[in-house]
């Protein structure tokens, strides 16, 4: 039978969640609450991958704590997967072993390490041991040889064939380099002083960025031997910390503030991109540590991962992940950013781009991958939803009866969700809806591989109930190793009219 209704469509969610706004204001491709659930390339709501032990290695003995990841190509051929735990440093070859040699590692859950791959070198170094390591990938490590010039360098770069070390004990103002192709060799006026403390260094494609507590720098070659470099101030403010400071593949740079996230594309300014995140999650990120934030670029998703401590004073670990993607706009054709996440239910320490994937350190002896094929975190279910905007179909003051909402969705499995519906005039349903039906399903027609599997959208039913100009849904699950994918909603619903609150004479 043909139902009498109106309805209003939720998604694709293109432009991601908004915690800026009330529900209320949110549009129907916005999401106005989101956890351990992402956006896909098609507008979708999907649970966010699992996790897992890199190569399901198990903890390392004492659950130390992780304070630096890296893959490392030594050369065209070689990669290795190299981690710091507590005061050991490790590389993976079928279980982890230790290569820490005669360097001093120096065990705490701040003493986060900065590294880079110098010509088939590894160095690293934190800011807390007197020395920084390096690693040629056979053997152990090493104390990295700097002519005695500094102690307990704080971030370091590879950029125009050589090392650079910044912040260094007794003066946090300085940038030393090494010679050209020779990391173990420092000249005595091999430095430049800046106004402020050195936060961070970031190579770009023609220039080594500095920031810096009064601004971010550029140092660009001036083929002079004496004066080999020259210092440009850019602009007035810069990132914190050089673990959350990140050059993308088109050379702009993002970087974390107290207020927020900012992006820099070289010139006099830079743009506050989080606005999104005002509001309704920023002011529960604890400021006070966000100098130990830590961001890395997810190439495959053409995404930026933000770990940030959420939940004030008391929270002092990174706790959630905020991820900004990107997607392009239908009518100009540009292409735009959005916000999804928080991803949630751990904490972590450090990121690694390991065979194309996100990996994070933990506080548990752990490398943890976070592009598992499964939905779980380990053995815990995820614990995952989205809640579309409230908009008002008719407008603010037009009343209408709530009637049903028509999911459509990729049936993927046979488990059910909870499916919650909200609004400020009235208490709303809450009820299960069972994820099932063949959301793929097999083309035999024709033998073509690339043809093999055409996706179809599951679509079932959920009533609804109330009176009132604005309703939201909340979709949510926590199952072990299950996952949803929502592409749209409608919610149906017929016109009341026109109506006016009840004052007090």
Not at 458 to 464: I, N
Request: overall charge negative.
């Amino acid at each position: 039978m043909a139902l009498n209704a109106d309805s209003i469509t939720h998604g694709p969610w293109w432009k991601g969640v908004r915690y800026d706004i009330p529900v209320e204001e949110v549009g129907t491709d916005e999401l106005s609450d989101m956890e351990n659930t992402r956006v896909g390339s098609g507008g979708q709501v999907a649970v966010r991958p699992g996790t897992l032990s890199y190569k399901s290695a198990s903890a390392i003995s004492g659950t130390p704590t992780i304070t630096m990841a890296a893959e490392y190509d030594q050369n065209a051929t070689t990669t290795h997967v190299v981690i710091v735990a507590g005061n050991a440093i490790y590389k993976y070859d079928s279980g982890w072993s230790a290569i820490t040699g005669s360097v001093t590692v120096t065990a705490a859950d701040d003493n986060t390490f900065q590294w880079a791959n110098c010509n088939g070198t590894l160095v690293a170094t934190n800011g807390a041991d007197t020395d920084a390591w390096k690693w040629t990938g056979s053997s152990n490590a090493t104390v990295l040889d700097d002519d005695g010039r500094f102690t307990k360098g704080k971030h370091l770069a590879w950029w125009d064939n050589r090392l650079w070390i910044g912040n260094v004990n007794g003066a946090t103002n300085q940038l030393w380099y090494s010679d050209t192709a020779d990391i173990e060799t420092w000249d005595a006026t091999s430095f430049i002083n800046f106004g402020g403390i050195v936060t961070g260094i970031t190579p770009s494609q023609s220039a080594l960025v500095v920031h810096t507590d009064d601004g971010i720098y550029t140092l660009t070659p001036t083929g002079n031997s004496v004066v080999p470099y020259k210092p440009l101030k850019r602009t007035q403010r810069s990132g914190l910390d050089g673990r959350s400071c990140i050059t993308l593949p088109n050379d702009v740079q993002m970087l974390v503030r107290q207020d927020g996230i900012y992006a820099w594309s070289g010139g006099s300014q830079i743009t506050k991109i989080s606005q999104a995140l005002d509001g309704g999650y920023w002011p529960n990120i604890n400021t006070a540590r966000l100098h130990k934030a830590f961001a890395g670029y997810f190439p495959r998703e053409k995404e930026v991962w933000f770990a940030l401590p959420y939940g004030g004073a008391g929270q002092t670990n990174m706790n959630h992940v905020m991820v900004l993607g990107e997607y392009t706009d239908t009518e100009s054709g540009q292409t735009l950013h959005r916000w999804h996440g928080p991803y949630t239910g751990w904490e972590r320490n450090c990121f690694a781009l390991i065979d194309q994937k996100p990996h994070l350190g933990g506080f548990s002896g752990v490398l943890w991958d976070h592009d598992d094929s499964g939905y779980d975190d380990g053995t815990s279910a995820i614990n995952a939803s989205f809640e579309t905007g409230g908009t008002a179909p008719l407008g603010d003051d037009l009343r209408v009866k709530w009637l049903n909402a028509r999911h459509l969705f990729d049936g993927q499995g046979d488990y059910s969700i909870t499916v919650s519906q909200s609004g400020s005039d009235l208490s709303g349903t809450t009820q299960s809806l069972n994820i099932d039906g063949g959301g793929f399903i097999l083309d035999q027609s024709s033998l073509d591989l690339t043809k093999l599997y055409v996706s179809r959208q599951v679509p079932r039913e959920t009533a609804l109930q109330g009176f009132g100009p604005h309703a939201s849904l909340k979709i949510s699950m926590n199952a072990n190793d299950q996952t949803f994918s929502h592409r749209k909603i409608m919610m149906r619903f017929k016109p009341l009219g026109r109506y006016r609150t009840a004052t007090a004479a």
